[in-house]
């Protein structure tokens, strides 16, 4: 036993120095985007588990316990369509401007927007086009310059609409190498207005479902 604890401590030591050397070897820039992302993810986490704790301690009180389950189902049900984007939503966030761009910088801000926090957007095209983003969206360059996103072109300058966190989202967008840094090598340029309230009234059809029903 002492036999196997000291082979399992050695492997264990071993796989840590083994990331530390990757890390050591990572950019500055890297890095910096790394923490921002981890710091952002943590808070996040911490507040989710706060709010679910509440939640636990609502549906196991004996006194308004029904009230509470019915109220906590009205809510996830709500936070399921903003997620799935089949009801419109409001809130603070960030108005962001993409000029003369392709489709992997807008990819690119999506996906840094989604990690520092931001959890509704939806994309305006020049042309009057809107697309409710979702787990599922997808960007292709468009002939002519434009972008097709989710099967729609849209023409840029491209207006983002982003719920969430906005000081936070800025700055995960202006780290060093980042989004903001690589639209601008490549000759575009990202700008971004805080907003105390962020609109976004694109939504889609909710699937319907062939094959599967609900467990009662």
């Known amino acids: 036993m ?13 796989r840590s120095n083994d990331a530390d050397d990757g890390l050591a070897a990572t950019r500055q820039e890297d890095l910096v985007r790394i923490l ?17 704790e509440q939640s636990k301690q609502q549906l196991n009180s004996e006194v308004g316990g029904r009230e509470a389950a019915v109220a906590e189902a009205q809510r996830r049900s709500q936070d399921l369509g903003l997620l799935a984007g089949t009801v419109a939503g409001r809130g603070p966030g ?3 401007t993409l000029s003369d761009v392709r489709a992997s910088d807008v990819l690119n801000t999506v996906q840094e927007l989604r990690g520092a926090g931001g959890e509704v957007m939806q994309l305006n095209g020049a042309n009057g086009t809107s697309v ?3 787990a599922s969206s997808f960007f292709v360059d468009a002939s002519g310059g ?13 207006h983002l609409l982003v719920i969430g966190p906005a000081s936070t989202m800025s700055t995960a967008l202006q780290i060093p190498g980042g989004v903001v840094a690589s639209a601008k090598s490549d000759g575009g340029s990202v700008t971004m207005d805080s907003r105390s309230l962020v609109e ?5 059809k909710a699937a319907a479902l062939r094959y599967a029903r609900p467990v009662s």
């Open 2 to 14: 002492l036999l196997a604890l000291l082979g399992f401590t050695l492997v264990v030591q071993l």
């Open 132 to 134: 409710r983003l979702v």
């Open 94 to 96: 960030l108005d962001i």
């Open 200 to 204: 976004v009234t694109a939504v889609r």
């Open 146 to 158: 434009g972008i097709i996103a989710d099967g729609e072109e849209l023409t840029g300058p491209f």
């Open 36 to 52: 921002s992302d981890l710091e952002s993810e943590d808070s996040r986490l911490l507040a989710q588990i706060a709010g679910l």
